[in-house]
């Protein structure tokens, strides 16, 4: 019972901030990506926080297709996909065909290679205190446009 009022709470409170409505699937990602998640529509975004290895290499999620076809956007948290320790070569060119499939579908990663393709509000927070600027072809949550829009923040600094 106390777990459904801290839920409930929680979830009143996140609406009240205006943070999008984002269907979650699997484990919510330790990095605040700018969304309130929510189990059911109406939804404007689909975060998958995590996939177990079966998920990942038989993938086949009705809703987040569905809202692929509908063209509503899809992030991955790439950290929390299997495969990175893999000591299995067969398996692990298997894994990284499913991440290949995930992208073809348009399915978009938060973090490949070390290099930032959907900047969370932890990393606009860690560009803003730098002094630098948004890399190339990144996206932003709207947690991290609001911090990188702050008025202490440059606008010349965008993009640089």
């Known amino acids: 019972m106390n777990e459904v009022l801290i839920q409930a709470v929680t979830d009143r409170i996140l609406e009240e901030l205006g943070l999008p409505p984002a269907l979650l699937v699997g484990k919510e990602p330790p990095e605040a990506l700018g969304y309130r998640y929510v189990t059911k529509a109406p939804f404007e975004a689909v975060v998958i926080g995590s996939l ?59 973090k490949e290679s070390g290099k930032a393709h959907l900047i969370c509000a932890k990393e606009a927070q860690r560009l803003k205190a730098q002094g630098l600027g948004v890399p190339e072809g990144a996206r932003l949550t709207p947690l991290a446009r609001d911090i990188l829009d702050s ?6 600094q965008k993009g640089d």
């Open 151 to 156: 008025a202490s923040y440059s606008t010349s």
């Open 52 to 110: 177990t290895p079966g998920q990942l290499l038989y993938f086949r999620h009705e809703e987040v297709l569905q809202a692929l076809d509908a063209g509503i956007p899809v992030y991955l948290y790439s950290p929390g996909l299997p495969g990175k320790d893999c000591k299995n070569p067969g398996l692990r060119n298997r894994y990284m065909s499913a991440r290949r499939e995930l992208k073809a579908l348009g399915i978009q990663f938060t």
